[in-house]
């Protein structure tokens, strides 16, 4: 930690008693609350701290509640059965009821002092931190100033040794300390200032978004599970179109998608509204506490570059099913040394974008083995989204909407009027005509496109 972070802007501890703030045991986890008491039982100091803290004093209703005490991990373990240690590079306990799971941390230290502890540094980079502390040095190493406010469950008050209090009022993200020591010690810390920014509505300080053009290409740095991890948050949390505009604004979205910020530089208007309507799906979804998935998410981003590559391909004559093929390996090869998205998302990814040019044949055959496909209702959904790319689209997606609504056999009859396919027959729009294509032996069911 620099030194900065200690006498720069750490005003003394302010004590906010009971009366004077608006949290509530009754918004705190039952878990969470037995954990604080156990531990203070025990006679150590139990805190209900971080994002819990800050989201009740804001009115929201936490989904996970974190505990830090000045009980090592070991005493932790011994105080509860249900404990298990886990972490290396940031050791701490989880307490176990049903399915909460309520992380226990110690104190850490500044390890300032030469030698001591468990704290190893690389470039500037933190990539252990195991040296126990006091709370006023766990209250400075944390990130934001907002998120280094403690509830103390002896008394009921929160402690406020940063300023945090005073930010949640005013609505905005200080980083604790020096911004760019704080962003070198850990890069990730500039995507949670957009995160939560766009999570919590508030502005980020202007000393905390000074470095981001210098410092963003750290970023490149970062372990890609971990970039994996932050992505869901930052657009599956419930403001991804925020997320994204934010991403967008402060320059930090090339760090992580560069493809998608290429493609939108060149001014593509059908895949920015892709994307906006895509997420803005997602974020009405999440807030009708419906599932989301992160495959259909990264196949909207990526879509422009796989479409655009496809096309170039097949105009220098490669077969299409293999363009399209190639041009999806490719974009996800080049994403994923960034953001590691795990296999199973990406072969749905491969999926949807493989339906698609499938969605432009209309034979009788071709349309009931597509309707049957598993990923048909997301490539579906997908297709819809694509409306802004042309005409032919979004007649192509009404089409496909109008032939599910049909009975089965209405459908079969109409479609089995014309020999070659939709043109008599097109339910309700003509859909574009089918690019000529080698035949090929047999249909591939998972990508089979035009
Ligand atoms: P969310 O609402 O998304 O859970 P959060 O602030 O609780 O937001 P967590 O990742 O759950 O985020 O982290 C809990 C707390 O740990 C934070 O509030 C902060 O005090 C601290 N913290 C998390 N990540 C970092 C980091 N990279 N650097 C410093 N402190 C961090
Ligand atoms: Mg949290």
């Known amino acids: 930690m620099n030194h900065d972070a200690r006498t720069n802007a750490t005003p003394a501890l302010r004590i906010i008693p009971r009366e004077q703030h608006v949290i509530s045991r009754k918004n705190i986890s039952k878990a969470a609350l037995r954990v604080l008491y156990r531990l203070n039982e025990a006679g150590y100091q139990a805190y209900l701290v971080g994002g819990a803290v800050r989201d009740l004093l804001l009115g929201g209703h936490p989904k996970d509640f974190d505990v830090a005490t000045n009980a090592t991990p070991d005493e932790v373990k ?17 307490v176990v009821y049903g399915p909460e799971i309520i992380e226990v941390a110690t104190f850490r230290g500044t390890g300032e002092e030469e030698g001591e502890g468990d704290r190893h540094i690389v470039d500037g980079r933190i990539v252990r931190d195991n040296v126990w502390g006091s709370i006023e040095e766990d209250a400075i190493r944390r990130d934001f100033r907002v998120n280094a406010l403690y509830y103390d469950i002896s008394d009921f008050s929160v402690r406020d040794y940063v300023g945090g209090m005073q930010d949640v009022e005013d609505r905005v993200l200080h980083l604790i300390g ?36 210098e410092l963003g290409p750290l970023l490149g740095d970062a372990a890609p599970a971990r970039l994996f ?59 009708e506490g419906k599932s989301v998935t992160p495959a259909f998410l990264f196949a909207v981003l990526l879509w422009g570059e796989v479409r655009d590559l496809a096309h170039t391909w097949i105009t220098k004559e490669m077969e299409p099913v293999a363009a399209w093929e190639r ?102 729009a003509k859909p574009r005509k089918r690019r000529r294509r080698k035949p090929t032996s047999k249909a591939g069911n998972k990508s089979d496109p035009a």
């Not at 011994?78 to 306990?93: E, V």
């Open 178 to 213: 020096d911004p760019e020591t704080r962003y070198r010690e850990d890069p990730v810390r500039m995507l949670r200032a957009v995160r939560l920014a766009a999570k919590l509505n508030f502005r980020i300080d202007k000393a905390a978004a000074a470095p981001f053009d």
């Open 229 to 287: 991890d932050e992505s869901l948050k930052l657009f599956l949390s419930g403001h991804g179109l925020k997320s994204f505009h934010m991403l967008e604004q402060t320059g930090l979205l090339k760090f992580m998608f560069p493809a998608t910020a290429r493609a939108l530089k060149r001014g593509d208007k059908a895949l920015r509204a892709l994307i906006e309507q895509g997420l803005a799906n997602t974020d009405a979804r999440v807030a």
């Open 78 to 94: 011994k105080l509860f059965r249900n404990s298990r240690l886990i972490g290396r590079r940031f050791r701490l306990a989880h």
């Open 327 to 428: 041009a999806a390996t490719h974009v996800i090869a080049e994403q994923c040394q960034r953001v590691a998205i795990p296999r199973r998302f990406t072969l749905t990814m491969e999926e949807i974008w493989g339906m698609q040019p499938r969605f432009e044949q209309v034979q009788r055959k071709r349309v009931f083995r597509l309707m049957a496909h598993p990923r048909f209702r997301a490539a579906f959904d997908f297709l819809l989204l694509r409306a802004a790319e042309s005409p032919a689209v979004r007649e192509l997606g009404a089409w496909w909407q109008h032939a599910q609504q049909l009975p089965h056999e209405t459908l079969a009859a109409a479609l089995s009027g014309s020999a070659g396919g939709a043109e008599s027959s097109a339910p309700a």
